[in-house]
């Protein structure tokens, strides 16, 4: 069956940086895009990040870009999200969504809506405080 599974979070100081991994499993991974989203308490689930099948294609959302990386490698079946400079407002639990197998270069009010994926992993806490 399908799987993602994350991993990587943790409590970090502001300026701090992580990396987080998303595990695959039950399916190619190079035939589907994926996303990386987080939610904050009381505040709804943002999509951060998006990483077309091939890696060619990456997008962020305005309150990332600069700070967030997100990368894959297909061979190890694995996608990942590199954070630099951590803000306490980075806190939330972090996400990654595989979206449809027909996506390539999806526009943003589409790649950034999570329920136009199929599947989410149970998700990795990240806590930026001092």
């Known amino acids: 069956q399908v799987q993602l599974v994350e991993s990587g979070g943790g409590l970090v100081q502001p300026g701090g940086s992580l990396r987080l991994s998303c595990a695959a499993s039950g399916f190619t991974l190079n035939q589907y895009a994926l ?5 904050a308490p ?5 999509g951060v990040s998006y990483i077309s099948r091939t890696g060619e294609s990456m997008y962020y959302s305005d309150s990332v870009k600069g700070r967030f990386t997100v990368s ?9 999200l590199q954070i630099q400079n951590l803000k306490p407002e980075d806190t939330a639990v972090y996400y ?4 449809p197998s027909i996506w390539a270069m999806p526009p943003r009010d589409v790649w950034s809506v999570s329920s136009n994926y199929d599947y989410m992993g149970q998700g990795t806490q990240v806590t930026v405080s001092s």
């Open 72 to 80: 894959r490698d297909n061979a190890k079946n694995t996608v990942y």
């Open 42 to 46: 009381g505040k709804e689930r943002e």
């Open 35 to 39: 996303a990386w989203f987080r939610q």
């Open 96 to 99: 990654c969504l595989r979206g």
